[in-house]
């Protein structure tokens, strides 16, 4: 599966929206690009994935370049309670497990 | 909404002593896994699971860790003989098809 890069942290004022990167520069055409979240020390949250259409559903929307190298995740509207670590992963449709980087850690601030 | 249930939330034993480690998985799902994480580092891999098999395993799931699926509901990951090392939060999930994976809220194992 393909690396992923992301910022380390990053803070949001709570009401705006966070958009979150991740480049993904090596990814293949059989690849999705996938978005867990992680709250404090509870286990990984399913957000959102896609393959190269731009995605949204209840919780954010994903925003995939044309070329497919990088990738954005859009909560737009932030509250405190989505202060967390978002993790970018790429993984083929095949592929069996998630390789977990160590993730943008997203501060909300009242 | 469907759940992945782990139990129990936390769990402390003596090292050189076997856990059980306890999940149930949401029932339409077919693949199952473990994860761990230790403090303060990434969510690392351990062991996935379909049709009554392991189907990949990494490097940290040597000869001391077994999974099972005894009754077609419970997936359990046992360690025969505990050491230090092997505290950290475990992490069961489970996903149907190409679907993103459901993960537990985790069991944090304490070997003192």
């Known amino acids: 599966d393909a690396k992923t890069t992301q910022p380390p942290s990053m803070d949001c004022a709570e009401g705006r929206a966070a958009n979150l990167p991740c480049n993904h520069s090596?990814?293949?055409?059989?690849?999705?690009v996938y978005w867990y979240r992680q709250i404090h020390s509870q286990g990984p949250q399913y957000i959102i994935h896609g393959l190269k259409n731009n995605e949204t559903n209840e919780m954010a929307s994903l925003i995939i370049t044309e070329d497919r190298k990088s990738s954005t995740l859009i909560l737009p509207h932030a509250t405190l309670r989505d202060t967390a670590v978002y993790y970018c992963?790429?993984?083929?449709?095949?592929?069996?497990?998630?390789?977990f980087g160590g993730g943008t850690r997203l501060m909300v601030k009242p | 909404e469907p759940e992945v249930t782990q139990t129990p939330s936390h769990q402390v034993t003596q090292m050189g002593q076997e856990v059980i480690l306890r999940c149930v998985p949401i029932s339409n799902h077919l693949y199952f896994y473990w994860y761990r994480q230790i403090l303060g580092q990434k969510v690392e891999f351990l062991v996935s699971f379909y049709n009554n098999e392991i189907s990949e395993k990494s490097e940290i799931f040597d000869d001391q860790f077994s999974v099972e699926r005894p009754d077609g509901s419970n997936f359990t990951l046992k360690i025969r003989s505990t050491k230090l090392e092997d505290s950290a939060m475990y992490f069961c999930a489970s996903r149907v098809s190409n679907y993103g994976y459901t993960f537990g809220s985790g069991t944090r194992l304490t070997v003192v």
């Open positions: 992963i790429v993984r083929s449709g095949a592929g069996n497990m998630l390789t």
């Open positions: 090596t990814i293949s055409g059989n690849e999705y």
